[in-house]
């Protein structure tokens, strides 16, 4: 079973470039989320979605968009690169429900230098 | 806001001493809690969640965590550490459709 799937695992940007970093699950999970993992920091909700074509803020969207037109994909959108979005970002799904796990990807490290 | 508070960032225990990682949380009302573990270039593992049905909960690996309503509690313990347990330890909780994770606990165990 492939769970949840991040592609690129590791990408260098430029500042001002952009890029989609993709997350797919085949658990047929309505909930998905972007994360951002920095250093001693834990891990910061960037977004979320409920449902195809349902998206929201967490508590640091500035700098990224999303989209959910399908279950199964919720790509992360960075579009001018900017040093303080060099981290370590992990998409996640569940099953919907506050009493329900998450499933976390492998993460993408992504630098912008 | 719900917020976790994960005292000290690195622990370090001897392998077969009891592992004992603590976590604290602020909640109006009855929480969802849950421990997670994450190994070096990977993406976190869910150990064990509490949701209610019982106060002790086990989990994977001979990790369990005791529920203290009275003490805003969900410590995580392990009898005897081993070498595999080394690794990264987040505790988390749930409000509404969102996860409140802590900073995290290194568990660092010496042979």
């Known amino acids: 079973n492939a769970g949840v799937t991040q592609t690129p695992k590791f990408r260098i940007l430029k500042i001002g470039q952009s890029m989609t970093l993709q997350c797919a699950q085949d658990?047929?999970?309505?909930?998905m989320y972007w994360y951002r993992q920095d250093p001693g920091m834990g891990l910061k909700l960037i977004y979320y979605?409920?449902?195809?074509?349902?998206?929201d803020k967490g508590e640091v969207p500035n700098g990224y968009n999303v989209s959910r037109s399908t279950t199964e994909y919720f790509p992360l959108r960075l579009e001018l690169a900017a040093p303080s979005q060099t981290s370590v970002y992990f998409c996640?799904?569940?099953?919907?429900?506050?009493?329900?796990?998450?499933?976390f990807g492998d993460g993408t490290r992504l630098s912008i230098l | 806001a719900q917020s976790v508070t994960q005292l000290g960032s690195h622990v370090s225990v001897s392998e077969g001493a009891l592992v004992l990682l603590r976590c604290n949380y602020s909640?109006?009302?009855?929480?969802?809690l849950f421990w997670y573990v994450q190994y070096p270039n990977q993406g976190l593992q869910l150990l064990l969640k509490?949701?209610?049905?019982?106060?002790l909960v086990k989990g994977i690996n001979g990790f369990e965590a005791e529920f203290k309503k009275s003490e805003t509690s969900f410590h995580l313990t392990k009898p005897s550490a081993h070498m595999s347990d080394a690794a990264e330890y987040f505790c988390?909780?749930?409000?509404?459709?969102?996860?409140?994770f802590g900073t995290g606990t290194s568990l660092t165990v010496i042979p």
């Open positions: 996640a799904s569940s099953g919907g429900g506050p009493n329900q796990p998450q499933h």
């Open positions: 658990m047929n999970h309505n909930y």
């Open positions: 979605s409920v449902g195809a074509g349902i998206t």
């Open positions: 909640s109006s009302v009855p929480p969802y």
């Open positions: 509490y949701t209610s049905a019982a106060t």
């Open positions: 988390a909780v749930t409000h509404g459709n969102q996860f409140y």
